[in-house]
């Protein structure tokens, strides 16, 4: 490594002592590559090394977390979305220069966009609405992220300038579309819950997502739509010999779990010293000694009940409820003005929402940008839209550019049978002692931890 003239011999030594050491292993474990990383502490360092992993989206299979004192480690299992090891050069590459710098936290660099950030009572068709005031308002939408849970509604639109290209920066052109989407929002009956703001997108859109829900407290509203009896099992107990309280959850399992979950944590201000998360089969099951940021375990009976509604709404949010819809197509202005309004039109309700335009040179493709686009729909009470319908869908917006998908599946490899080594309910039966000596065992620094 070469450094720059300016640093003298202790500059040096401290970037090589707080500098992240990365290990990407994929001779060790059969069916999945490991990735270890050895850091000095400090808050919110687990969420960025799990935010790389989770933007690459690759599926973790277990994790071993270990971070008393100053120092900690983590060990992620990981594959990718088929199941595989990790074994091209250029993403390895990339994991590692990710994670060797989450120490110094993620650049927030402004993409040149404008992000609009909008919370409210989601109703059937508020989604055409929106997007037919940001039409009207000669916004182009190049990416969006929408989540709905509880009967609210949550979503981060990066708009520019339809005819310049530009960041929307003028500040009556702001205030108009605020107002407007603030009138649409508030409908007939939310009046006063309904929130709109316009910002440079500089922040990382799900963590964004999971903050405003929570701002919004989703978690303390009853559920619109129920989607089966697979419900989070979270409990929480305080293990007070060592000063912890042990959260254990077990849910099914999917891309990104562990992601929603430490992004919960972290900005509920806890801090995970010890966890392990395994899977088995279709569930995943997870276990955390936390405490707050002043080093306090949790105090109250009502803080704890706090804690699993939070857990559990996070685990939901993101939810794929309804049929998997993906629009593939040359992009246009008021392209989404239109789907939308198809939507609408059918009574199909849209419950989560992934929009993203890939920006091709002319020369490549002259026909202009492709809008990406995935949807996942349900009738107007939440059911599985009928069939006839979503054939007459197709064929408005074009039978080649919207294709039907059945909901994602999680793929789990079949070879691995063990138990997890925990349960709900059970957490504090471990201690502390058998918790640190079993992560050992599992990072290989040990033979034994019985």
Known sequence: MEWPSYLDEYQKLVIRMTTPRVMIDNADCFNATRITIDSVRKHGILLEAVQVLADMNLSIKKAYICSDGRWFMDVFHVTDQNGNKLTDAGDINYIKLALSTIHYGSSKVSRGLTALEITGTDRLGLLSEVFAVLSDLQCNVVESKVWTHNGRIASVIYVKDCDSGSPIEDSQQID???????????????????????????????????????????????????????????????????GYSVVNIQCKDRMKLLFDVVCTLTDMQYVAFHATINTAGELAYMEFFIRHTDGTPISSEAEKQRVILCLQAAIQRRASVGVRLELCTTDRRGLLADVMRTFRENGLNVTRAEISTVVREKSLNPLGDTAKNVFYVTDASGNPADSNIMESVRLKVGMSNLIVKELPTIYHQATEKEEPTFGAGGAVLLSLGSLVRRNLYNLGLIKSYS
């Open 176 to 242: 108009r579309i605020e107002g407007r989407l603030r009138y649409v929002l508030k409908g007939d009956n939310d009046i006063r819950s309904a929130t709109t703001s316009v910002s440079m997108g500089v922040v990382h859109t799900e963590r964004r997502l999971h903050q405003m829900m929570f701002a919004d407290r989703d978690y303390e509203r009853k559920p619109i739509i129920r989607t089966s009896g697979d419900s989070p099992i979270v409990t929480v107990q305080n293990y007070l010999e060592k």
